[in-house]
C-alpha cells in the first residue's frame, strides 16, 4: 500500500509528465521534480539536475522511513539517478546532517547537467549550500535567449552566471558577471568553459553597490562618514541594452543594504542608471512576502523618481515545475522597457 508521501510525489510526477517531455525535447534535464510548499509537504523539495537526484528539506528533517520512499519512488519512475539528500531545516539554511563516506564523495563529484542546449555544473554538495543553478529561474532565462543578442549585457549578483551563459550564448556582443563571491564566479567561469561561447564574458568581483555607482557614473567615494572603504576594482562609466538585477533577499555590505522587501528601490535605482535609454531591465523578487501588486507599484514610483519611463512591464513567471495555486510565485520576474 502506497503512503501519502508517496502518493504525492505520484500526483506531482503524473502533473509533470508534459512539462518533462516538453523540456526533454529541448535538451534541459534539470527540472523541480516535487515542490513541497505547493504539492501538499511544504519545506521539502526535490530537484533532477541530469543524473543527481537533489532532495532539500527547509522546516524540519525526513527520516529515514520518509528518504527510502523518495528513493525508492524516483528509482522507479526515473532510473539511474544518484539521491542525495540535504536538510537546511536548521539556522541559515545550512546543509547539516552527515552523509555515509561513499555517498559523500558521489555528493562531491562535480556533475554535468543541460537545460535549454546549455550545459552547466552541479555538485550535490559543495562549500555553499545552494545548489549551483537555481531551477525556478529557467523561465528568466529562456527569456534572455529570446532577448540578448546582439546586446550589451549586465547580469547584477550572478552567482554562478547562468543568465550571462544563456546571454552569451545566443550572440549578446558583450556580458558583464558581477558577483563579489570569487567561488561562485569560478563556477561561472567553469560553466562559460562547457559550452562553445562566441565571445569572453568578463566577470567583475565586486560588490554590487560599489560596481553600480561606477558604471552609473555617480562614483564610489573610498571614503564614506570619515571611514576608509574596503577596496573594490575601479569601473570606468558604461551602461548597458540589457541589466539584470536578481538580489538575494538580504546581504550587507559596507558598501550597502541589499534588502528586497523593504528596499528594492535602492537596487533598482542604481540598475536603472546602468540601462541605456530604449533598454531592458529585468527585476527580480523572490520575497514570498511581496505581492506582485505591491512590488510593480514600488517600481513604477522608483522609475519616475529617477526620471525614467517604464514604457512596457511583463510578468515572466516560473514555469510549470514551479505550480503556484494562488498566481503568487514567490520569484517574480518583471521585464521592464526604459
Ligand atoms: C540569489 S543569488 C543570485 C542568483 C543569480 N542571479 C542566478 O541567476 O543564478 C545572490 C548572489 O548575490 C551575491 N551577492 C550578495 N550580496 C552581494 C553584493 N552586495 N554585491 C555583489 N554580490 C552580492 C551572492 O554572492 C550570490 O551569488
Redesign the pocket.
Known amino acids: 500500500m502506497n503512503n501519502p508521501l508517496t502518493d504525492l510525489l505520484q500526483a506531482a510526477f503524473a502533473a509533470r509528465q508534459p512539462l518533462i517531455e516538453r523540456l526533454h525535447a529541448e535538451d534541459t534535464n534539470a527540472y523541480r521534480l516535487f515542490n513541497g510548499s505547493t504539492e501538499g509537504h511544504p519545506g521539502l523539495t526535490i530537484d533532477r539536475y541530469g543524473d543527481l537526484l537533489l532532495t532539500q528539506t527547509f522546516h524540519a528533517p525526513i527520516d529515514a522511513h520518509d528518504r527510502a520512499d523518495i528513493e525508492n519512488f524516483y528509482a522507479a519512475a526515473l532510473p539511474g539517478l544518484v539521491a542525495i539528500y540535504n536538510d537546511r531545516s536548521r539556522a541559515n539554511s545550512r546543509i547539516v546532517n552527515p552523509l555515509p563516506a561513499d555517498i559523500l564523495a558521489e555528493a562531491q563529484k562535480p556533475r554535468e547537467f543541460h537545460e535549454l542546449g546549455i550545459r552547466y555544473l552541479v555538485q550535490g554538495r559543495h562549500a555553499g549550500q545552494?545548489p549551483w543553478?537555481?531551477l525556478d529561474?529557467r523561465a528568466?532565462?529562456r527569456r534572455i535567449l529570446q532577448e540578448a543578442a546582439g546586446k550589451s549585457v549586465l547580469?547584477?549578483?550572478?552567482?554562478?552566471?547562468?543568465?550571462g551563459i544563456a546571454a552569451a550564448k545566443v550572440g549578446a556582443t558583450h556580458v558583464v558577471n558581477?558577483?563579489?563571491?570569487e567561488t561562485?564566479l569560478k563556477v561561472g567561469k567553469d560553466n562559460g568553459r562547457l559550452n562553445d561561447l562566441p565571445i569572453r564574458m568578463r566577470f567583475v568581483q565586486?560588490?554590487?553597490?560599489a560596481?553600480m555607482r561606477q558604471l552609473a557614473g555617480i562614483g564610489q567615494p573610498t571614503m564614506v562618514r570619515g571611514k576608509k572603504m574596503p577596496a573594490f576594482p575601479k569601473l570606468e562609466k558604461h551602461s548597458f541594452d540589457l541589466v539584470?538585477l536578481?538580489?538575494?533577499?538580504y546581504?550587507k555590505?559596507a558598501?550597502?543594504v541589499?534588502d528586497i522587501v523593504n528596499d528594492y528601490p535602492a537596487l533598482m535605482k542604481l540598475a536603472l542608471l546602468c540601462t541605456n535609454e530604449g533598454g531592458t531591465l529585468v527585476c527580480?523578487n523572490?520575497a514570498a512576502q511581496i505581492s506582485r501588486e505591491v512590488w510593480a507599484d514600488q517600481l513604477e514610483r522608483c522609475a519616475k523618481k529617477a526620471g525614467r519611463t517604464i514604457r512596457a512591464m511583463e510578468w515572466i513567471a516560473p514555469e510549470g515545475d514551479f505550480p503556484s495555486h494562488d498566481g503568487q510565485p514567490p520569484l517574480k520576474i518583471a521585464l521592464l522597457r526604459v
Open positions: 545552494d543553478l537555481f529561474m528568466g532565462r547580469n547584477l549578483f550572478a552567482y554562478t552566471c547562468g543568465v558581477l558577483d563579489f563571491a561562485n565586486s560588490d554590487a553597490f560596481a539584470f536578481d538580489p538575494p533577499r546581504a555590505s558598501f550597502g541589499v527580480c523572490n
